[in-house]
């Protein structure tokens, strides 16, 4: 394995996101595939930051530093993935609730899912129900992910949901968010809930292989 992966893997840990550019585009120009510098550098050093946010050895000011540096590192994957019609392991729509301002954690999500080999269209934050539908009418993805981070925001996710179920849509729709609960999730129809941006990956892959 070429070094450099290690290194790359070691950037995204510590969040030096200049570095995590400068490999990148190192590896690509020494010829080794998006895919390569995906599997062997990036998703092993995402992998270690969620391990240690969820386990409480890396806080989430830090988690986010890691994400920017890999945010720096797929601005150079992400073109030649997509002009090489490389196929994407699904597709996912995400957003913020309607009244919710907050976007930390769905941001995190994204970055995570778009490592993960994932299409993420990210909806941003105040949804309205109807946007949601809008947006599976336009994009049919395979499944949709609901944050909210206030207790006043997340009751609007039964709403969406409802909608769904009225228009008989059948996607999986999965929440998340500081004050989401599985029971909560329970109560509503929810099709998933993840704590955090680790479980939010493996409810998907789980969600996928169904």
């Excluded at 290690?6 to 995204?12: C, M, P, V, Y």
């Excluded at 309607?98 to 080999?117: A, E, F, T, W, Y």
């Excluded at 109807?130 to 992910?145: C, N, S």
């Excluded at 680790?198 to 292989?209: E, P, S």
Aim: charged letters at 20%; a negative charge.
């Amino acid at each position: 394995m070429n070094p450099l992966l290690q290194t790359l893997a070691e950037t995204i840990i510590d969040g030096k996101h200049l570095d995590a550019d400068r490999i990148t585009m190192q590896l690509l120009e020494e010829g080794l595939t998006p895919m390569t510098i995906l599997d062997e550098g990036l998703l092993p050093g995402m992998g270690v930051v969620g391990r240690r946010f969820r386990d409480g050895e890396m806080f989430l000011p830090q988690v986010l530093v890691s994400a920017r540096a890999m945010k720096s590192a797929m601005k150079h994957l992400d073109p030649i993935l997509a002009a090489s019609n490389a196929e994407p392991k699904g597709t996912i729509l995400i957003g913020t609730v309607r009244g919710d301002v907050h976007d930390i954690g769905k941001n995190l999500v994204s970055v995570m899912l778009q490592g993960n080999g994932y299409k993420v269209i990210d909806m941003g934050i105040q949804n309205p129900a109807e946007k949601f539908l809008a947006m599976y009418e336009e994009h049919q993805p395979d499944i949709i992910g609901l944050s909210a981070l206030l207790t006043t925001t997340m009751m609007y996710m039964k709403t969406i949901i409802e909608l769904f179920k009225e228009k008989n849509i059948p996607v999986p729709i999965i929440i998340g968010g500081a004050p989401v609960t599985q029971k909560f999730a329970d109560e509503i129809g929810a099709n998933g809930y993840a704590r955090n941006a680790v479980d939010a990956v493996d409810l998907v892959h789980a969600i996928m292989k169904r």
